[in-house]
C-alpha cells in the first residue's frame, strides 16, 4: 500500500509540473484590445488548457480546450497539443486547419479518450475567426455564440470543421470557457447551470467573478475563464 502511494504521489507531482505549461504565466498585451484569464485547477490534474500564441502575420491564436480523463496521461496530451500548436501555427493561421493537424496526430495517442479544442484567430479592428472542436461555444456579450455541431479531436479522421468570423465592436466582450464553470455542483447535488452563467455576462461579470462564483458554488473540475474585450 505504502509502495502504491508513493507510485501514485510520484505520478502527480510529475502531472503538476506537466500542467504548469497548460497556461500562459502571462498575457501579451494586444493593442486595441484587454485579455484576461483565471484558470482554478481541481485538487486532481485536470486536463483544461489554454494557450495565447502571438502569429507571424501580427495576429494572436487564441486557443482553449479541455483533455478527456485527469492525471499524468491528461496531462501529456495537454503538452502534446501545446507542442503541436506552437508548430502548426508557424505553416498556417487558419483555425480548422489547426484542429484538422490537431485531430491527425491525436488519433493514435488519445486512444479511448478525445480532447474539445477552441481555436480563435484575433485580428486588427475587432475580427474575430474561429473553429470549433465540440468545446462550448463562446459568448458574445452574454449570448451564445450559435455553432454547428462539431467533432472533438482524437474520435476519427475524417473530421472537418468550419470556420466562422465575428466581428467586435468598441467595449464589444467575448468569453470563452470550459465545462467545470457549469459543472460546479453544490451540496445538494445542484449545478450552477449555463442559465446562471448567461445572466452573469449579461449583467458584466468578469472573469475572476465568473470562475470564483463556480469555485464557491462547488468546484470538482478545473475551472478556466478568458474574456477578450475590444478596447478601440
Known amino acids: 500500500t505504502q509502495t502504491e502511494k508513493t507510485l ?13 505549461v497548460m497556461v500562459p504565466e502571462r498575457l501579451p498585451q494586444l493593442p486595441g484590445y484587454t485579455i484576461d484569464s483565471v484558470y482554478l485547477p481541481a485538487a486532481e490534474v485536470g486536463g483544461d488548457f489554454f494557450q495565447l500564441i502571438p502569429l507571424r502575420s501580427g495576429r494572436t491564436l487564441v486557443v482553449i480546450g479541455d483533455v478527456s480523463g485527469k492525471g499524468l496521461r491528461a496531462a501529456m496530451i495537454v503538452s502534446m497539443i501545446i507542442g503541436t500548436l ?22 493514435g495517442p488519445m486512444q479511448e479518450g478525445f ?3 477552441l481555436v480563435l484567430r484575433l ?11 465540440g468545446h462550448l461555444p463562446p459568448y458574445l456579450n ?10 472533438p479531436l482524437g474520435v476519427t479522421g475524417t ?24 459543472e460546479a455542483r453544490n451540496g445538494q447535488g445542484a449545478l450552477l447551470g449555463f442559465p446562471k452563467i448567461e445572466t452573469m455576462l449579461r449583467q458584466g461579470a468578469t472573469a475572476k467573478t465568473l470562475a470564483e462564483t463556480a469555485q464557491n458554488h462547488g468546484q470538482n473540475d478545473d475551472i478556466t475563464v478568458i474574456t477578450i474585450t475590444r478596447s478601440a
Open 123 to 133: 485580428a486588427d479592428h475587432g475580427q474575430l475567426t474561429l473553429a470549433n472542436a
Open 115 to 117: 480532447a474539445t479544442c
Open 86 to 107: 506552437r508548430t502548426v501555427s508557424d505553416f498556417t493561421e487558419e483555425p480548422n486547419e489547426i484542429l484538422a493537424e490537431l485531430n491527425r496526430r491525436l488519433l
Open 159 to 182: 473530421a472537418t470543421w468550419d470556420q466562422t468570423t465575428l466581428q467586435l465592436a468598441v467595449n464589444d466582450v467575448c468569453v470563452l470557457l470550459t465545462d467545470g464553470i457549469a
Open 8 to 20: 501514485l504521489e510520484s505520478e502527480m507531482a510529475a502531472a503538476r509540473e506537466v500542467q504548469r
Open 142 to 151: 452574454g449570448t451564445e455564440v450559435d455553432f454547428k455541431g462539431s467533432m
